[in-house]
């Protein structure tokens, strides 16, 4: 049996590592002809992931942040991991991230262990038709 698509990136948790993150998983997407809409939820679900990794997980001390992404027939699983331990800065105007990653995907599960933080989410790929006449 042939593997299954994926990747595996590791970058540092930097803020300038998001952007890349974001266009990795948006031409892994791509590839499988996904409907745009779907593309632009999983993209900005994954920005969240990261971004929550890079702010929360190292508090300026260096570290890295890992997206992994797979297709299995018609399911899409996303791992976004970071290796530190999560601090909250309180603000009440923040912490928002989860429940937009809920919003846009069908399941979305968090580990917190002494490793690090991963958050794991999973959709049915919404594919979109092919024109005889090109995109």
Do not use: C
Request: without cysteine; glycine residues 10%.
């Amino acid at each position: 049996m042939l593997n299954p698509p994926r990747i595996d990136v590791v970058l540092p948790a930097r803020v300038e590592s998001a952007p890349r993150l974001r266009r990795v998983i948006r031409e892994f997407l791509e590839r499988f002809g996904v409907a745009r809409p779907q593309i632009d939820d999983v993209v900005l679900a994954v920005g969240e992931a990261a971004g929550n990794a890079i702010e929360h997980a190292y508090k300026g001390a260096a570290g890295d942040v890992r997206l992994r992404a797979s297709v299995i027939g018609e399911r899409l699983t996303v791992e976004v991991r970071d290796f530190g331990k999560w601090r909250l800065d309180g603000d009440a105007e923040r912490g928002r991230g989860i429940g937009i990653m809920r919003s846009l995907v069908e399941h979305v599960a968090i580990e917190s262990t002494f490793d690090g933080t991963l958050v794991r989410f999973e959709t049915r790929l919404q594919t979109q038709p092919v024109s005889a006449f090109g995109r």
